[in-house]
């Protein structure tokens, strides 16, 4: 059964397409069919990150238009075969979504697709909400910082009261789960940043994944490479660990340096995925 999966977050900046193109990526190499939909209407930086801004022809809004069809604008990976990109607009502005364009998109690719990624704007504007409204599950990124933090709690309530599961009535919830991006342990342990603990204390959702900062993150997307092609990296070895915890299995946590830190999973065990 197909899977509609938002990568969202309240805050700019915190790692959102990186994580999609990461996600997407991780998925299709396990075997799974996978597209990502770039839902930043104006800004379109996915397709960038993903290698194939160069081969953009038709976009998610021409589709919606009817000026397209949907296989006409789908971009398919050079790398992985089962993977497929629907960039956005450049040149549109959000007003352009519709919530019966973005069903309809969706519905189609359900048929053909076994996970749907979509890569929401930053935010609790209509571009982000249409982004969520029809998920099965959310990936809610954050950064270890009070302000990020504060933001993704404000996205967790949209997720809880304004997406089509909750709206049904009858007790269906999209599914989310916590990806902390750019986390430094030492930095962390001097009080520069939050703590894992501290960033699960205030979201109270199960822990997807823990991405160290690292400059390899920021290389793979200038390169327009996913990181978990990089699969050599801290970085891409722990993408790799949270795409195999979303589609169920028990990976044990790593932080940083990819080694694991018994004393930590310990107190994280009741709250990972």
């Known amino acids: ?4 999966i938002v990568v969202t977050s309240g805050k700019g900046g915190v790692g959102k397409t990186t994580s999609s193109a990461a996600i997407s990526a991780g998925l299709a190499m396990r075997g799974h069919k996978t597209v990502v939909i770039d839902f930043d209407v104006g800004l379109r930086n996915l397709d960038m990150i993903m290698g194939c801004e160069r081969r953009v022809v038709f976009d998610f ?8 069809k949907l296989k006409q604008a789908l971009i398919k ?3 992985l075969d089962n993977l497929f990109v629907l960039p956005t607009s450049q040149t549109r502005d959000k007003d352009a979504l519709t919530k019966e364009g973005v069903k309809a998109v969706l519905d189609e690719l359900r048929e053909d697709f076994d996970y749907i990624v979509c890569d929401s704007p930053a935010g609790i504007e209509r571009g982000a909400h249409l982004a969520m409204y029809y998920a099965d599950e959310a990936v809610v990124v954050t950064n270890p910082e009070v302000s990020s933090v504060r933001d993704s709690d404000r996205v967790l309530g949209l997720l809880n009261s304004k997406t089509f599961l909750a709206e ?5 919830a999209v599914k989310a789960q916590l990806l902390l991006t750019r986390f430094d342990q ?22 997807l994944g823990i991405i160290p900062e690292s400059t390899t993150v920021l290389k793979a997307s200038n390169e327009g490479t996913p990181v978990t092609l990089d699969d050599k990296s801290p970085a891409g070895r722990a993408y790799l660990d949270a795409v195999g915890r979303l589609v169920g299995e028990q990976i044990e946590m790593r932080i940083a340096s ?4 018994r004393g930590l999973l310990s107190r994280l065990l009741g709250r990972t995925a």
């Open 61 to 68: 809004i021409n589709v919606i238009q009817g000026d397209a």
């Open 168 to 172: 049904k009535g009858d007790g269906s």
């Open 186 to 207: 030492a930095r962390s342990a001097k009080g520069e940043m939050m703590s894992v603990e501290d960033v699960l204390e205030i979201l109270a959702i199960p822990l």
């Open 77 to 79: 990976d050079r790398r």
């Open 258 to 261: 990819g080694e694991p830190r």
């Open 1 to 4: 059964m197909s899977k509609v």
